[in-house]
């Protein structure tokens, strides 16, 4: 099952101070490779906290684990992703004259990925 | 840890735009690394910790090491022979690295960008555009009783802003901190920031602008249809409540972020808001500051602008300066394939530009100036080791209300400074582009001959 929605890539504390600990390293790397979902469209959606999922537009596509947040701290139909390598697959480099590509609200489908 | 410790006091902590300048530092003088760091944040904690001399040659090139005066060489050549050369980066290094970048730009007739084209570059042009109300951190601990945050997350991205400026910190004319504050959060997301607040407004995803221009109506009194809630989710009495504390307030501040330039709207977003606070000084003392990070990034900016006229998005192709984002800046430079050799100074473009920049990145001659091992240095034909700005180096940092602060270093780096290795590219890109620049000259003046000519 799939569906379309909206992702912003955003600041963790973790993802900063893995930041510290080098960009290479596997504590950045698990964080930025992680998706914060409602717990809701969890359900909905049949996933399980620690599934891999599948992000997709028409950029490019890249897999990445499910973290459960609860209704009240993420609105359905939102995802948010700690800023990454992850999110430049995803993102267009139309800037519009403006130098800034949409990093934040960017729609991708997301599905879980069957091992 | 060795016994051969020794303590800084007032040192400048440059990890995010707080840029905290009253860290407690002690230093393992043997281990070459920080041990304690008294008042540091969370993230302000691990830059000091994380930070060690790692075991890297000073310079490489394709991968082999090489000698520093062979790796600068290499790196003049590249950008001289270059016909669209690219700097980039800059927001994790001192003034004094940024002026000497700016200078290499000129020489080679390039472009420069700094990191705020991917941050709040659409701020900077908003200012352009409509102006800003601006302050100090320091008027807003002593003076602000209303602080609205609007698409940022301090808690996780500016910790210390909270308990230095703006929030439970007490003031002149705030004897009580946090108490004789309101505190109003905008986000969707209920974030780490949220605990602070005394109103968290929740709009939907994307729909800052139309809310603003609703505060900017009922701030003048006008009347607002109740379908802005269709529109924005946020009821039409939580925005009048908003108008009206706004316009009430005794000195207000908004602090905003990247959920405001990195959407569609970009410097729409941006510049509603400046003209929103500009209304408002109609009634009462009200400023905006954008909460900007990482490090220097406010420096970039004002570097650049010094010195070129501009604060990003810069090329000097006819041999001055020309300020043109979605052209000059480096996604667009690189995406479309125009920069032929680029110069990261201080950051990642790599893991955080979007795909067709990055695979630019691969076919182009890259060279690398960096602390750490990155994904752009992994990617980098040349690459430089640098010592740590702040931690391994004097210099200055602009913090994000733009005040420029003094580095106190901790311990020293075997490998170059930024500014070294910079200032002696510099050098040699001027050599090498002593021939060039007088013939282009010549040829300007001849120009300037004919329309003179022309015209008589």
């Known amino acids: ?115 | 840890m060795s016994e051969n410790t020794r303590t800084i006091k007032n040192a400048v902590c440059t990890f995010c735009g707080c840029v905290c300048d009253d860290m407690e530092l002690t230093v393992d003088l043997d281990e070459h690394r920080i041990t304690k760091a008294k008042n540091a944040c969370i993230l302000g904690r691990s830059w000091f910790s994380e930070h060690v001399i790692e075991d890297r040659p000073i310079a490489a090139i394709g991968g082999k090491e090489v000698s520093f005066e062979e790796a600068v060489e290499e790196s003049a050549q590249i950008l001289t022979k270059a016909k669209f050369p690219i700097i980039y980066g800059l927001s994790e290094a001192s003034v004094e690295a940024q002026r000497e970048a700016v200078a290499i730009a000129d020489y080679m007739r390039g472009s420069i960008d700094s990191t705020s084209s991917v941050c709040h570059g659409p701020t900077g042009m908003a200012f352009q555009g409509v102006g800003e109300s601006t302050t100090t951190l320091g008027e807003v601990k002593n003076r602000a009783d209303l602080v609205i945050f609007w698409g940022c997350n301090p808690a996780e991205a500016h910790p210390r802003l909270f308990t230095r400026y703006a929030v439970t910190t007490k003031g002149m004319f705030i004897p009580r901190g946090k108490k004789d504050r309101t505190v109003v959060l905008v986000d969707p997301r209920k974030t780490a920031s949220a605990p602070v607040a005394n109103i968290h407004i929740r709009p939907k995803p994307a729909t800052d602008f139309e809310m603003i221009w609703a505060l900017r109506a009922l701030i003048k009194g006008k009347k607002v249809n109740a379908s802005i809630e269709k529109v924005t989710g946020v009821p039409l009495e939580t925005l009048q409540d908003l108008a009206e504390r706004m316009k009430n307030c005794n000195f207000g501040v908004v602090f905003f972020g990247m959920g405001l330039t990195m959407g569609r709207g970009r410097y729409f977003n941006t510049g509603a808001l400046f003209s929103m606070v500009t209304d408002l000084n109609e009634y009462t003392h009200f400023v905006v500051k954008p909460a900007r990070g990482h490090g220097n990034v406010t420096g970039a900016d004002q570097v650049l602008t010094w010195q070129t006229g501009y604060p990003f998005g810069v090329n000097f192709n006819l041999g001055y300066p020309r300020f043109n984002p979605g052209e000059f800046t480096a996604v667009d430079n690189l995406a479309r394939d125009g920069a032929d050799a680029a110069m990261f100074i201080a950051s990642d473009p790599a893991s955080n530009f979007p795909k067709a920049a990055v695979e630019q990145m691969k076919r182009i001659p890259v060279i690398s100036l960096d602390t750490r091992r990155s994904v752009t240095s992994e990617l980098a034909y040349v690459v430089f080791s640098t010592s740590a700005w702040g931690l391994n180096e004097h210099g200055t940092a602009y913090r994000m209300d733009d005040i420029p602060i003094t580095l106190r270093p901790a311990f020293e780096s075997p490998y170059p400074s930024d500014v070294v290795i910079l200032s002696a590219i510099k050098n040699r890109v001027f050599e090498l582009n002593i021939d060039k620049r007088s013939i282009g000259m010549s040829a300007r003046s001849d120009i300037g001959k004919a329309t003179l000519h022309a015209s008589m």
């Open chain 1, 1 to 115: 099952m799939s569906e379309k929605m909206i992702l912003i890539p955003v600041r963790t504390t973790e993802q900063g101070t893995a930041l510290n600990k080098g960009k290479l390293q596997e504590a950045y790397m698990l964080e930025t490779s992680m998706v914060d979902v409602n717990t809701d469209d969890m359900e909905r959606l049949g996933l399980q906290e620690g599934d891999k999922v599948r992000l997709s537009n028409e950029v490019g596509e890249v897999i990445v684990t499910c973290r459960g947040k609860k209704p009240d701290d993420l609105p359905q139909g939102l995802l948010a992703i700690p800023y990454g390598p992850p999110t430049t697959h995803l993102m267009d480099s139309e800037t519009y004259g403006s130098g800034m590509p949409v990093s934040k609200h960017m729609e991708v489908v997301i599905e879980k990925v069957i091992v």
